[in-house]
């Protein structure tokens, strides 16, 4: 069974993070700017700036938006080889969400079943209401420890 990643091997964070997230970065570019510090302390802050944007768009890259999650739903149906052109479509059976993992499972009637497993640094606290919100709509909780 193929990954999370295997599957969508370009996830981006949303537009609005990333737009949230460039404004913020050009005030704070800025106010370093106009500061009246030394050369030396204003080039230390931008630097750092430099640094944390990247460390921080590394580290949102992985993060599934609610519809990659709702795709997942998709490529469970696709494993058990029930849709499109199954004579049972595939119910999600349930979310397990914990704290060091988030398990999607998927089964029909005549036995097949798949899982996908989520990595705790795949999703932050919206995708998790996300996912629990889906799991709601789908007849099914998701809870986390």
């Known amino acids: 069974m193929p990954s999370p990643r295997a599957l969508h091997p370009n996830w981006r964070p949303s537009r609005c993070f990333l737009a949230g997230y460039a404004a913020a970065q050009l005030v704070a570019w800025l106010a370093v700017v106009a500061s009246a510090m030394p050369i030396g302390l204003k080039l230390l802050c931008l630097l750092t700036l430099l640094w944390h944007g990247y460390w921080l768009r590394s580290r949102c890259l992985p993060l599934l938006t609610t519809s990659e999650l709702r795709d997942l739903w998709w490529d469970g ?3 058990c080889g029930q849709w499109p052109s199954g004579p049972a479509p595939l119910q999600w059976r349930g ?3 914990r704290r060091w993992m988030v398990v999607l499972h ?18 932050s606290s919206e995708q998790f209401r ?3 919100l889906i799991a709601q ?3 099914m909780s998701a809870d986390r420890d």
């Open 106 to 123: 998927f089964g029909s009637g005549l036995g097949r079943s798949a899982s996908v497993t989520i990595l705790p640094d795949q999703m």
């Open 130 to 132: 996300a996912l629990r």
């Open 95 to 97: 979310a397990v969400v």
């Open 137 to 139: 709509h789908a007849g």
């Open 77 to 79: 149906q696709r494993w």
